[in-house]
């Protein structure tokens, strides 16, 4: 099989569709940031570093975004995926508050600015963290339609066969060499299962039928795991242009390779050309240009 990828190279698609999903959801995100610190008006600035609002530094949001193009691939309105996009992007949030405390990955800083519990301290960067869990289970049984189903699948995204399990196992084989079988699964999950619960969820949002919700399902985990790919080969690239010592087995070729996988598996969907197209091209802008750096 060629290694090339079989997602469109044109990225302009996804800037058409990508640009006013992401002010419709920026614009959520602040009133959600806004209406927390209400309650607690102390944490309103740790919240608003963490989610990235506020004049603050944000993340990519692909994964919101996801939800939010998934919705009308299904031939919805992506304003009724809303409330599944935020507990997307406070569920990564979270992630991000656990994976950096000194008993995770134990980093100093987050997007240039010191990460939540060197200005906190543990506990409370623990807390703003389970805060953040917690209204993302609320924002996901929130949804008018298939709410229950919605938080019933976070549920499984947040919890030991999931991102927890995935965690667990990346901290039991630090430094033990990689994980075997099972195990292996399990770890890829921490990465995957979030990028198939966004797709998911902005399918059932908008009352898709089960074929698309699990061909929806199935492009966000293969998503997923080539973004994690594509990070590996970008850190590989950056070894080598260091001296240091490449690892992993071409984590690029592997990621084109989900690429192409994932654009057959939609074509085979029974999602509309437009929706599979618009899908396509967040897949390209969100690995694509990743590894045009690393070719």
């Not at 920026?26 to 963490?50: C, D, K, M, S």
């Not at 927890?164 to 901290?171: I, K, M, R, S, T």
């Amino acid at each position: 099989m060629s290694a090339a990828p079989a997602v469109a190279h044109d990225v302009d698609a996804w800037g058409l569709v990508a640009s006013p999903l992401r002010r419709s959801f920026e614009h959520a995100l602040e009133t959600e940031t806004v209406r927390l610190g209400e309650t607690l008006p102390w944490v309103r600035e740790a919240l608003a570093r963490a989610l990235g609002t506020e004049g603050h530094v944000a993340g990519r949001r692909w994964r919101p975004l996801l939800t939010l193009v998934a919705a009308e691939a299904c031939g919805g309105d992506h304003r009724d995926a809303i409330s599944a996009a935020l507990s997307v992007e406070l569920t990564h949030t979270a992630s991000l508050l656990l994976d950096d405390l000194p008993c995770m990955d134990d980093a100093a800083l987050r997007r240039g600015e010191l990460t939540a519990h060197r200005r906190l301290g543990s506990a409370g960067a623990i807390l703003l963290a389970v805060g953040l869990l917690g209204r993302a289970a609320e924002c996901a049984g929130a949804l008018p339609r298939n709410g229950d189903a919605v938080a019933a699948s976070w549920g499984r995204t947040i919890g030991l066969t999931g991102m927890a399990g995935g965690q667990a196992v990346d901290l039991a084989h630090a430094g033990k060499g990689a994980a075997r079988a099972a195990a292996r699964r399990l770890l890829r999950r921490k990465t995957t299962v979030l990028a198939a619960f966004a797709a998911e969820s902005g399918a059932r949002a908008v009352g898709a039928a089960e074929p698309q919700v699990a061909a929806l399902s199935r492009f966000g985990r293969d998503l997923g795991w080539a973004y994690q790919l594509a990070d590996d080969a970008c850190d590989a690239a950056e070894d080598s242009a260091a001296g240091r010592e490449a690892s992993g087995c071409a984590p690029a070729r592997q990621a084109r390779f989900l690429l192409n996988r994932a654009a057959r598996a939609l074509h085979a969907s029974a999602l509309p050309d437009h929706g599979a197209a618009a899908l396509l091209a967040c897949g390209r802008a969100v690995v694509g240009s990743m590894l045009d750096d690393v070719s």
